[in-house]
């Protein structure tokens, strides 16, 4: 059933729908580092805004929960210069960034834990300060503030931190470490390192019905334009146990969404109209995913470390870039994924395919694009053409299943557009082999989404869409081995056709008109119940089956018309008998004739005047006879003559009284 819409006033607000007085009334608390203290285990309530003065951590063996319809809020950076230093390479240079004081940002420390699981009538709130949460920043604004980054203690495939000749077996599989991605902890205590494999069992929180907006902080990118940004939400080695359910990310100067390492698991989560990647993913990701919906503008895609390209999802094995890769690339970034919808108004490539990714991405969609819906990248031997590849044919690992995807390109682009292409060093000798790999994997060209054009004007949202399937039961039984924790669903992509879009009434871009689409009737869908609703798409549980029930036999002796459910009570014997009105044996109770009718038994002359009249027939059988009739008149004796005869027998009973 579809969750109930919420006004923009009480959307942005927060106010009397969810129990929290209205942010305006809110007084505020500022909340800093505490000189490397960091905010201890504590609260946050909904009577308050919380701005984050700086980057805030929540350090190691501290939890902080964060409760519904509470507002956070991020400062903007102090003091930013830029610095660009020349490499001793040919790649280019080494850009950083510094500041006085940083943008506001909340980073969980390894070992800390986040609970901010917010209701679909009082979502959490994360944008900057200066937002009034009104709904008037339009979706052009990004990179006003730090985001949300949670370390965690779980493994990932890069090197150790104190040196690249000491690779990640030194320590065993997977115990490698990192820092995260565009945070300084200016207190030296590293509360930014993550990875190690050390707490791979350990939920770094839990995160449902969460918007994050407008944030991202960047500082600077390395010589192989690999940026040190941070993201509206990074996962960073978190452990089993991290959630993610109902998340909305919009608007960030980097990714919406970035994991790194670890077995978090992600469900239902929307990244929209960021400058980089809805979703980037490498250094190990062990999880699962399900039900995630990215949203490109090409006008907003503008990344900060050009001239690199912007995709719905970025697919790694290993952070590369960051030259610290360990090349035996365990454990493997090979989650479990299905239900994937990825939309642009014209981007190059829905997916790019790089440093030897892995894992099982099933039943997903892909809309908008202009030459490809996955391209994958070969410059090198553990790059994302051989982990596509099957193992066995040109060095390939066969270690990545793209499986099952439908993929459209523009209304313009749509002759041209293929399921995959091919970026890298051999085009002609094994380039050409990509678009058969994918299409022995059932991926094809094909249109199932309703309306998945949008149109956006100076950051609003002028028109919205409908990113569902035309319908369901496209997805057989043979992709639907979705691994543990997924749910098998008959159908492509992240919604469910008919069905309400699972954004809709708790997110930011549900109240600014995203989606155009009409969801259909809710009500009773099995065609036997008594209230059946045709035009219903989605049950709501309320079929009824037994005010319709009765006996639907015509022929039974308790048929009841108006019954449409049968319910076994049908019976012959207490209405059987000779039904003809004709018969010696009709019974006039009798509404089921038993072959019993008897027309013999009653048969005779039925005549009163008859010679041979039977008060007993009831059916005359056409025997009765009458006396001839005379016309001789005193021919009392019968022999046709009127003598002295007749007188004579007339005067010899003469006076005799008659009985």
Same mark, same amino acid.
């Given at each position: 059933?579809?969750?109930?819409?919420?006004?923009?006033?009480?959307?942005?607000?927060?106010?009397?729908?969810?129990?929290?007085?209205?942010?305006?009334?809110?007084?505020?608390?500022?909340?800093?580092?505490?000189? !490397?203290? !960091?905010?201890?285990?504590?609260?946050?309530?909904?009577?308050?805004?919380?701005?984050?003065?700086?980057?805030?951590?929540?350090?190691?063996?501290?939890?902080?929960?964060?409760?519904?319809?509470?507002?956070?809020?991020?400062?903007?950076?102090?003091?930013?210069?830029?610095?660009?230093?020349?490499?001793?390479?040919?790649?280019?240079?080494?850009?950083?960034?510094?500041?006085?004081?940083?943008?506001?940002?909340?980073?969980?420390?390894?070992?800390?834990?986040?609970?901010?699981?917010?209701?679909?009538?009082?979502?959490?709130?994360?944008?900057?300060?200066?937002?009034?949460?009104?709904?008037?920043?339009?979706?052009?604004?990004?990179?006003?503030?730090?985001?949300?980054?949670?370390?965690?203690?779980?493994?990932?495939?890069?090197?150790?931190?104190?040196?690249?000749?000491?690779?990640?077996?030194?320590?065993?599989?997977?115990?490698?470490?990192?820092?995260?991605?565009?945070?300084?902890?200016?207190?030296?205590?590293?509360?930014?390192?993550?990875?190690?494999?050390?707490?791979?069992?350990?939920?770094?929180?839990?995160?449902?019905?969460?918007?994050?907006?407008?944030?991202?902080?960047?500082?600077?990118?390395?010589?192989?334009?690999?940026?040190?940004?941070?993201?509206?939400?990074?996962?960073?080695?978190?452990?089993?146990?991290?959630?993610?359910?109902?998340?909305?990310?919009?608007?960030?100067?980097?990714?919406?969404?970035?994991?790194?390492?670890?077995?978090?698991?992600?469900?239902?989560?929307?990244?929209?109209?960021?400058?980089?990647?809805?979703?980037?993913?490498?250094?190990?990701?062990?999880?699962?995913?399900?039900?995630?919906?990215?949203?490109?503008?090409?006008?907003?895609?503008?990344?900060?470390?050009?001239?690199?390209?912007?995709?719905?999802?970025?697919?790694?094995?290993?952070?590369?870039?960051?030259?610290?890769?360990?090349?035996?690339?365990?454990?493997?970034?090979?989650?479990?994924?299905?239900?994937?919808?990825?939309?642009?108004?014209?981007?190059?490539?829905?997916?790019?395919?790089?440093?030897?990714?892995?894992?099982?991405?099933?039943?997903?969609?892909?809309?908008?694009?202009?030459?490809?819906?996955?391209?994958?990248?070969?410059?090198?031997?553990?790059?994302?053409?051989?982990?596509?590849?099957?193992?066995?044919?040109?060095?390939?690992?066969?270690?990545?299943?793209?499986?099952?995807?439908?993929?459209?390109?523009?209304?313009?682009?749509?002759?041209?557009?293929?399921?995959?292409?091919?970026?890298?060093?051999?085009?002609?000798?094994?380039?050409?082999?990509?678009?058969?790999?994918?299409?022995?994997?059932?991926?094809?060209?094909?249109?199932?989404?309703?309306?998945?054009?949008?149109?956006?004007?100076?950051?609003?949202?002028?028109?919205?869409?409908?990113?569902?399937?035309?319908?369901?039961?496209?997805?057989?039984?043979?992709?639907?081995?979705?691994?543990?924790?997924?749910?098998?669903?008959?159908?492509?992509?992240?919604?469910?056709?008919?069905?309400?879009?699972?954004?809709?009434?708790?997110?930011?871009?549900?109240?600014?008109?995203?989606?155009?689409?009409?969801?259909?009737?809710?009500?009773?869908?099995?065609?036997?119940?008594?209230?059946?609703?045709?035009?219903?798409?989605?049950?709501?549980?309320?079929?009824?089956?037994?005010?319709?029930?009765?006996?639907?036999?015509?022929?039974?002796?308790?048929?009841?018309?108006?019954?449409?459910?049968?319910?076994?009570?049908?019976?012959?014997?207490?209405?059987?008998?000779?039904?003809?009105?004709?018969?010696?044996?009709?019974?006039?109770?009798?509404?089921?004739?038993?072959?019993?009718?008897?027309?013999?038994?009653?048969?005779?002359?039925?005549?009163?005047?008859?010679?041979?009249?039977?008060?007993?027939?009831?059916?005359?059988?056409?025997?009765?006879?009458?006396?001839?009739?005379?016309?001789?008149?005193?021919?009392?004796?019968?022999?046709?003559?009127?003598?002295?005869?007749?007188?004579?027998?007339?005067?010899?009973?003469?006076?005799?009284?008659?009985?």
């Amino acid at each position: 059933m579809g969750v109930q819409l919420l006004t923009a006033q009480e959307l942005f607000s927060n106010g009397a729908s969810c129990g929290c007085p209205e942010v305006s009334l809110r007084d505020t608390i500022w909340v800093s580092d505490n000189l !490397g203290a !960091g905010v201890g285990t504590n609260t946050w309530s909904c009577e308050h805004v919380y701005v984050l003065t700086e980057q805030v951590f929540v350090n190691s063996s501290d939890t902080l929960t964060i409760e519904p319809g509470t507002v956070v809020l991020g400062m903007s950076g102090e003091g930013r210069q830029s610095f660009f230093v020349p490499s001793n390479n040919a790649v280019g240079g080494i850009a950083s960034v510094n500041y006085e004081v940083y943008p506001g940002a909340l980073i969980v420390s390894r070992g800390a834990f986040l609970v901010a699981e917010g209701t679909p009538d009082c979502p959490i709130q994360f944008s900057f300060l200066g937002d009034p949460l009104d709904g008037s920043v339009g979706v052009d604004v990004q990179g006003k503030w730090g985001g949300l980054v949670l370390c965690g203690g779980g493994a990932i495939n890069t090197l150790y931190l104190q040196g690249i000749d000491q690779p990640s077996q030194t320590g065993g599989v997977g115990t490698g470490e990192d820092r995260a991605e565009g945070v300084v902890d200016l207190s030296g205590q590293n509360r930014h390192v993550y990875g190690g494999n050390t707490l791979p069992l350990s939920s770094s929180g839990r995160l449902k019905y969460l918007s994050l907006r407008h944030g991202s902080t960047n500082l600077g990118w390395n010589n192989v334009l690999n940026g040190n940004e941070t993201d509206l939400l990074q996962l960073a080695g978190c452990g089993e146990g991290t959630t993610l359910d109902y998340i909305e990310l919009i608007a960030s100067a980097d990714d919406g969404l970035h994991i790194l390492g670890g077995t978090p698991d992600v469900r239902h989560v929307v990244s929209a109209f960021h400058a980089e990647d809805a979703f980037e993913s490498d250094q190990g990701w062990q999880g699962t995913g399900q039900w995630l919906f990215g949203l490109q503008d090409t006008a907003l895609a503008h990344p900060t470390n050009p001239p690199n390209d912007t995709f719905l999802w970025l697919m790694h094995g290993d952070d590369f870039e960051e030259n610290n890769v360990d090349f035996t690339y365990e454990p493997y970034t090979s989650p479990w994924m299905s239900n994937l919808t990825l939309l642009s108004n014209g981007g190059a490539h829905a997916v790019g395919v790089q440093s030897l990714p892995a894992g099982d991405w099933l039943n997903s969609v892909v809309h908008g694009v202009s030459e490809s819906g996955i391209e994958c990248r070969h410059m090198y031997s553990c790059d994302g053409f051989p982990a596509i590849t099957p193992a066995g044919m040109s060095g390939g690992y066969g270690i990545l299943r793209i499986m099952n995807w439908r993929i459209q390109g523009t209304a313009e682009s749509a002759q041209d557009v293929t399921p995959g292409s091919y970026r890298g060093l051999y085009p002609n000798a094994i380039g050409l082999a990509l678009p058969g790999i994918l299409a022995d994997s059932n991926n094809v060209i094909e249109s199932i989404v309703l309306d998945p054009t949008f149109a956006i004007a100076d950051g609003v949202i002028h028109d919205g869409l409908d990113p569902r399937p035309f319908s369901g039961l496209t997805v057989s039984s043979h992709y639907q081995d979705l691994g543990e924790g997924l749910e098998e669903v008959t159908y492509h992509g992240a919604f469910q056709p008919g069905s309400e879009p699972w954004f809709e009434g708790w997110s930011a871009l549900s109240d600014w008109g995203l989606f155009v689409g009409q969801s259909e009737e809710i009500g009773c869908t099995y065609a036997y119940a008594c209230n059946y609703n045709p035009q219903a798409m989605e049950d709501d549980g309320s079929c009824d089956f037994t005010s319709c029930a009765g006996c639907t036999s015509p022929w039974a002796c308790n048929y009841q018309f108006d019954a449409i459910l049968d319910d076994g009570s049908c019976e012959r014997e207490s209405c059987v008998g000779c039904t003809s009105l004709l018969a010696c044996n009709y019974d006039a109770e009798a509404t089921q004739d038993d072959g019993t009718c008897s027309f013999e038994a009653c048969m005779g002359c039925t005549y009163s005047d008859a010679v041979n009249y039977d008060a007993a027939a009831s059916i005359d059988d056409g025997s009765c006879t009458f006396p001839a009739p005379t016309t001789c008149t005193g021919d009392l004796n019968g022999d046709d003559m009127v003598s002295t005869l007749d007188l004579l027998d007339f005067l010899s009973v003469y006076g005799e009284a008659c009985e």
